[in-house]
């Protein structure tokens, strides 16, 4: 196994309030930080920092880049400082909820946002929502695969128990104990070692067609991101965090030491 730096990013795709996302993400942290290969650190990246604009006079079209995308590629600041985090990351773990059996918007634009930096880089999908989110999941896994990624075969998928609080941002008693009596930890930890193997692999060139757009020209330099927000998902899906701290307790997650030998917990 490699032991060179890499950086994956655990993404919070929704950005609603309530949200369930950072309680999972914090959840998924935990299993994953303490199975980090040496030099390996995960970040976490929640779209409520990284708002990208809907609408732009940008005339670039994200494919028709000359590669590599220059620093200062993209009209908006937003979408540059986008491009670097992005470009920053070997792989990413994409934590979606499921709305009305899609995905939310914010992803989509966030990963249409840009093209070049996503090709060849592994992806792991890890969906919520009433069922699990198996429709959003399938519709991420296509997008993922036409930005030329190499999306892991597995994937997981976290119903909500019965009763759950769609509105309630919390994971109800009900919720973890389904999720315990499934082994939900086990399929993250399977997902997980998949998504490792991808990195290690020797990433082949990315098969991306060529356009005939021209490239555009450069512009503002890249600001800086945001902080978080929330989540939910309405297959009928809407979610949220565990009681009052979610994001401080991610935040502490976070904050830990990366390098640990791993456990079982």
């Not at 060849?120 to 999908?125: D, E, H, I, Q």
Request: hydrophobic share 45%; aromatic share 6%.
């Amino acid at each position: 196994m490699t032991t060179s730096p890499k950086r994956i990013a655990l993404i919070i795709a929704s950005t609603r309030t309530p949200r369930l996302g950072p309680a999972i993400a914090t959840i998924a942290a935990e299993i994953i930080i303490p199975r980090l290969p040496p030099h390996w650190t995960l970040d976490l990246v929640d779209l409520m920092q990284h708002p990208l604009p809907l609408f732009t006079a940008d005339p670039i079209i994200p494919a028709g880049l000359r590669q590599p995308v220059a620093a200062d590629a993209y009209a908006d600041p937003a979408t540059n400082a986008w491009s670097a985090l992005v470009r920053a990351h070997d792989a990413f773990v994409f934590l979606t909820p499921q709305y009305n059996w899609g995905y939310p918007a914010p992803l989509k634009l966030a990963l249409d946002a840009l093209y070049h930096e996503w090709a060849a880089k592994p992806a792991l999908v890890l969906s919520y929502g009433a069922r699990g989110g198996n429709k959003a999941a399938a519709q991420l896994r296509q997008v993922l695969e036409g930005l030329h990624m190499r999306v892991c075969a597995r994937g997981v998928q976290l119903p909500f128990g019965k009763g759950h609080d769609l509105g309630g941002g919390v994971i109800s008693k009900e919720t973890d104990a389904r999720w315990r009596a499934e082994d939900k930890k086990e399929e993250v930890i399977a997902a997980w070692e998949e998504l490792v193997g991808l990195v290690n692999a020797v990433a082949p060139v990315a098969d991306a067609p060529s356009h005939a757009h021209a490239p555009s020209a450069p512009a503002p330099a890249a600001a800086t991101p945001a902080p978080p927000a929330a989540d939910e998902s309405s297959d009928p899906s809407k979610t949220g965090d565990r009681k009052a701290k979610p994001l401080d307790k991610l935040a502490a997650v976070f904050q830990r030491s990366t390098h640990r030998p791993p456990r079982d917990h």
